[in-house]
Structures are given as structure tokens and as C-alpha cells.
């Protein structure tokens, strides 16, 4: 693997999720690959589970990981081509990159959407700008559209919990929030779900959430919540604001917040969520507090997911 922005990257997804289950039944089994080799973490964006898991990671492979929360310390940088810079900006990403290209042999960079402009979003403009200009592969930790780190783990916990010889019905349910959150994380798990092909993949929302065309082909799409409900293994729940109003919070009518009483109709599924959550606006305490609730075990998987797609890049380069 020479990069990891997308579900596009890894050419056999089964075989991504055995080596992270390999590298959770025996941490260590490589801990020499990453001697010597040093991966640096820029942060835009706040994060919890990806930066110490991939942390945590890089460390099981003998790796020296060095964070830098760039954009709450680091000089404001400057994307666009030809600009005039004597605003606030103060670097430009042509003489950032390929310093950052010099330091490190992995660079991983999380940036957020800015929901204001959905063709400098969706151009995924700040994570290709450190593609181009630092030479060295790249492992988005989220970007604006995307969050595949985040999609490897939840392939990863559905593969290993679900025991039956059939394919799991696996929903995605738009949540309420209080705020315009990113697509990012229910875009990459419909393209993951799509991509892994092992799972019957329903996508419910309000109107107006619909996603992106290219992320949600292939997957059942209902605005009934309870129809979506029915029969599924795996309930993942997610707020998303509009892709069509961009970044907008059209009102959504009916309750869409998950409760014990939903879950009856499903196959005692499992919930999903990539956290941080927002307690009784996403999901209930009910929910996230019941056996229901996988959120611990999906986060802590983060670490074995993590360690595969370094080792993988770590073996390429
Ligand atoms: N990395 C996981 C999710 C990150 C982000 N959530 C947030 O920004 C939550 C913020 C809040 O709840 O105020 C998102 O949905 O893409
Ligand atoms: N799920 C996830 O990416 O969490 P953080 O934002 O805390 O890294």
C-alpha cells in the first residue's frame, strides 16, 4: 500500500481486517518492522481515538511517532495556488509539505471539512495538497470527506462479531445533533460496506440528508427508520449535515434518535459509533449504556486497524 485515503487504497479488504485481527491476538508479532522509521501525526482538527491509537500503533511496530497539532500551534497555512499572501496566512503548503517529506517517512494528517464550500471540500484540496507536495505516502487520520481509518475499524468489529453463516444486515441511521457535523464518516462507511461487498447495506435518513450519489450506489435506501430497523445485525448511528443544502440542518420530521424500544425490531443488533456522541441528542444512555453498545470495542479497535495499514505502507516503502 503506498497511501491511505480511501477504501480505494486497499486492493483486498478481507485480507486488511485479518492482519489488524492477527495484530490483536499478537501485538508484537511485529515489532521490528517499523525500526528506524518515524511517522509524524498533523492534527487541523481535534482527536481523541485517532491520535493515540495510531500512536499506540506505530509504537507495536517499533515506529516513532511524533504528533504536532498544527492548527492549533503551528503557523497558518496558505492552499491556494498563486496566492498573495499577506493576509493571516503565514506558510504555504508548497514549502510546509516537503519539509514535513524530509522529517518523516509517514505522514498522517486529519482536516476537517470546512461545510462552507462543497467544491473545496469534496476536492479534498488540504489532504492532496500534502500528497503532492511532501513526496511521502499518506494516511488521512479523516479528511473532508472521508474517514477510512475509522471505516477499517468498523468492517473489522462487524467481521468479528458476527458469527453466522450469512450476510449481516448492516443500517446506517442519521441522528439528530446540535450542530452541521461532516459526511466524512457516513460517506467512507457506505464505501467501505460497498467496497467489502459482505454485508446487506441499508442507508435510512430524513429528507434532505441525502449523501453524495457516488458514496450510497449499492446500498437500500429508505426514509422509513423503522422499515430500515427490521431484521438488521448491526445498527450504526451517525449525525450528517445536508450534502445538497451544504452543511445546512434541515429540519427532520419524526424521532430519530435510537432507543431500547427501536431495537426490538431488529436481530438484537449491535450499535455503532464512531464517538465522540453526544448523549441523549445522537443516542440514548439506554442504547449506548446496554449490552447493545459495541462503542468500546469499535474504538478500541482502532489500534489493530491502525497497525495494519502501517504495516502494509511500512512493507511497501
Ligand atoms: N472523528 C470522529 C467524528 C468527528 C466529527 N465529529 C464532531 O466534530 C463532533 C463535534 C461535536 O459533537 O460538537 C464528525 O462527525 O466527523
Ligand atoms: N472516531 C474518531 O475518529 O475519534 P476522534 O475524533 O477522537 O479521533
Redesign the pocket.
Known amino acids: 500500500m503506498k497511501q491511505f485515503l480511501s477504501a480505494h487504497d486497499v486492493f483486498d479488504i478481507d485480507a486488511l481486517v485479518a492482519t489488524g485481527l492477527a495484530y490483536k491476538a499478537d501485538r508484537f508479532r511485529d515489532k521490528g518492522l517499523g525500526a528506524g522509521r518515524r511517522i509524524g501525526l498533523l492534527f487541523l482538527n481535534p482527536?481523541l481515538r485517532?491520535r493515540l491509537s495510531t500512536q499506540v500503533a506505530a509504537q507495536h511496530l517499533g515506529m516513532e511517532a511524533i504528533v504536532f497539532n498544527v492548527g492549533a500551534e503551528g503557523w497558518a497555512l496558505e492552499f491556494a495556488d498563486g496566492a498573495v499572501m499577506n493576509g493571516s496566512t503565514v506558510e504555504h503548503v508548497k514549502d510546509a509539505a516537503p519539509i514535513l517529506g524530509q522529517y518523516f517517512d509517514i505522514l498522517a494528517l486529519r482536516t476537517?471539512p470546512s461545510l462552507q464550500d462543497r467544491a473545496a471540500d469534496y476536492s479534498e484540496r488540504t489532504l492532496n495538497a500534502f500528497v503532492r507536495y511532501s513526496g511521502i505516502p499518506v494516511v488521512s487520520l479523516?479528511s473532508a470527506t472521508l474517514?477510512p481509518l475509522?471505516s477499517l475499524t468498523d468492517v473489522l468489529t462487524i467481521t468479528e462479531t458476527f458469527k453466522e453463516q450469512r450476510k449481516p444486515r448492516v443500517v446506517l441511521t442519521w441522528a439528530p445533533?446540535v450542530?452541521p457535523?461532516?459526511q466524512?464518516?457516513a460517506n467512507s462507511f457506505a464505501q467501505w460496506m460497498t467496497a467489502w461487498g459482505a454485508a446487506d447495506f441499508v442507508v435510512t435518513h430524513p429528507e434532505g440528508y441525502a449523501l453524495k450519489e457516488e458514496f450510497i450506489t449499492g446500498a437500500t435506501l429508505t426514509s422509513s427508520q423503522d422499515e430500515a430497523l427490521e431484521g438488521a445485525d448491526y445498527v450504526y448511528v451517525k449525525?450528517w449535515s445536508a450534502y445538497e443544502d451544504y452543511g445546512k440542518m434541515p429540519p427532520a420530521s419524526g424521532n430519530w434518535m435510537l432507543t431500547l424500544d427501536k431495537l426490538k425490531a431488529t436481530n438484537n443488533a449491535g450499535v455503532m459509533h464512531?464517538?465522540?456522541v453526544?448523549r441523549n441528542v445522537e443516542l440514548s444512555d439506554e442504547v449506548l449504556d446496554s449490552p447493545h453498545s459495541l462503542v468500546t470495542q469499535q474504538a478500541a479497535n482502532r489500534v489493530w486497524a491502525a497497525q495494519a495499514v502501517l504495516s502494509e505502507i511500512l512493507k511497501q516503502a
Do not use: D, I
Open positions: 482527536s485517532t476537517f479523516e474517514h475509522q445533533h450542530k457535523l461532516p466524512c464518516v449525525n464512531c464517538l465522540p453526544r
